[in-house]
């Protein structure tokens, strides 16, 4: 007899063993996209480690046969697989401290709680995606192996496969919540693909179907997930562009993305004319005191074919310079380009040119991509760079200034220039005002409260002079505007530094986010200036001494991140060792795993509690409750509380399994079960049923489940709420004991 017990089991467990497989795909491809928020793969092959070790151990134990009860208790295979999850994660990070090298002690636990703390303090700061901070490594690890065991729980223990892809929705869900962007299409194809084998494997295991060919369809699933490895486990860290075609201001974007920046490399370049600012977009209209939204402007067909710089004249004496660009990390559909391109070469037919900028959207960067751009660096003499305005086409939409602009900067952009005569000079003397005077770079806004790109921010910037590079290129620009001078802002990268591998290569880093303001002068066009202290200096035609004007030769120290402090109040920026945590306007990394964490567990936990309320209610509706409704919610109380058929039960079965459950003296819920089987019988078994008359069955159920409720123990009653048995389908195991009365 028991070796026939311990066969069935094992059959079982066979039969089983394809679906905890899936589950474990699941989880992997599920898991994979959490490359959204950490760099690199070993977190993703560590989690799946312990996942497969976690699983391994749950399926052995659902083979080992209990003396009198057959199969273990549910959760003790379950428990088994979590012991192996933490034996697993103990040795892979904290084996130096184990006892033995597997077990936790008291040293592995303080190891943990400090490394906790040390990540804790590094996710708060630090933006995605980031390399996992090693004390957040176990947290992985396990995290993914306890996905896989819920998920493995769900689909072969409770038999509810459908169920199971709510932890998976629940971990999709959680990268785009953190970082606002969308989750990868690879992702989303390998998980709904495993969680759709996870529903078709159930169903034949009920059918009692062969499994040559779910084994066959499952290889077909894992190998496709191992096919789709580059955008799955190892995730590559992407960059997004700022926010800068939708609907969102820019610069508000920029001022998000700039604080939250980490140092990855979006792009490097190489070129002929040094080191090169490089734009992605223009702003230069106002939408109710706020800076609106970059527009496309009219986009021609075909690839970019730029045509002349707007406003330079033939006379000025210009060089042509290559620049090389390769995306690594950067995605979005803005290209990157130096300022004044003339020309590219590399591109697809899927880029668009826009003349305003002039700008060239449409296709989507990728990793890997190469493209090169021929731009222009002006040579003006004296007489040249000292120019006046220009008029460029649609000239109010660049002297716009918007109702409210505070007085303080009209008066102080008259203040800067006095003494100039020229729309050149009074640039420079702008740009000087700016950068050799007390201002200082500073990633904090001037005016809590108030938005980076709201024109009411630079009467507090200019007062306090603390800011950084949006608060310096809008009050520039606006401040060119009241002095009559066409303006708008670049937004870009800077420079970036240098390789010193290649020495002739420059790599731009994500924190290089950067806006620049631009001047339209007479025979020059579009005229960059650069009023941020610690930048280098992007002017190379006017200048405040036009007989002498610089070259374009910035420090390659300056042009990522501003000069650390020395001795001045001039706040670290982000990146450097003394930088304090700059506020972000996003969603704090931490913050947002936790929360869906925390928000998964709830609805764990909960769940099957609301449902079983939500489906109580419904059956026992007075109003439109039948007889099978009332019976069924009978039946499934009963199951709840502990009582489940020992196989095929007929009704009169049924209703004396109930009558056995209720107290002796409960008559009315007695005589509630004797009518529900009359009236269930007549209705399954006659032939004309005809209506039923007397008290309504939603009614009668109502009777019967109060009064087994009331008959059961308070264990009995808690384990019914919270963990009801018949939402689960849990199999019969030693819960088919009768129940204990009080």
Known sequence: MAERGAERLRARSRRTLPITVASLVATGAAASGLGMLFLGGDWWLAGMVAAALGLTATSLLRRVPLPGLGALPWFLPFLGGLAAVVVATTAMHFGHLATAGLLPNTQTLAALRGGLADAGAELAVRSAPLDVPAGFDPVLTAGIALLALLVELLAVTFRQPVLAGLPLLG????????????????VLVATGGAFLLLLWLDRLRRTGGGMVLPGIALVAVAAIAGLLAPTLGPHRGEIALPGLSGQASPLLNLSADLRAAGDQTVLTYTSTGGPQYLAISHIDEF?????????????????????PVAGLDDAVAREEVRTEITIESLRGDLLPLPVRPIDAEGLDDGWRLSTEGPNVSGAQLRGGETYSVTSLALRPDAAQA??????????????????????????????????????ASQGAALQAFFRETDFVY?????APGVRDDQIEVLEDFLEVRRGFCVHFASAMAVMARELGIPSRIAVGYLPGLPDLETGDRFVVPANALHAWPELYLEGLGWTPFEPTPGRADVTTEPTATPTAPPSFTPDPSDAASPPPASGDPTPTPSGTADAAPAPSDGVN????????????????VLGPMLVRIALRSSRLDSRRSGTESAWREALATARDLGSVPAGEESPQGSAERLLGLLRPDDDAARAAVVELLRRIERMRFAEHPGAETGEVSGDLGALVVRGLRRAASPRDRLRATWAPASFAGLPRTAASRPLRRR
């Open 171 to 186: 971990v999709l869900i959680v990268p785009p919540s953190v970082t606002g962007w969308e989750v990868d299409a690879p």
């Open 442 to 446: 500073d990633e904090s806004s001037p």
């Open 287 to 307: 939408e109710g005191g706020v800076w609106g939204p970059a527009e496309r402007g009219d986009r021609q067909d075909g690839p970019p074919e730029f045509g």
């Open 386 to 423: 000292d120019a006046v305005a220009g008029e460029p086409a649609d000239l109010e939409r660049y002297l716009q200034v918007p109702d409210g602009t505070p007085d303080i900067v009209a008066e102080t952009a008259r203040r800067a220039v006095e003494g100039t005569t020229t729309a």
């Open 589 to 604: 990394l931490a913050t947002g795993v936790i929360s869906a964490i925390l928000l998964l567990g709830l609805g764990i």
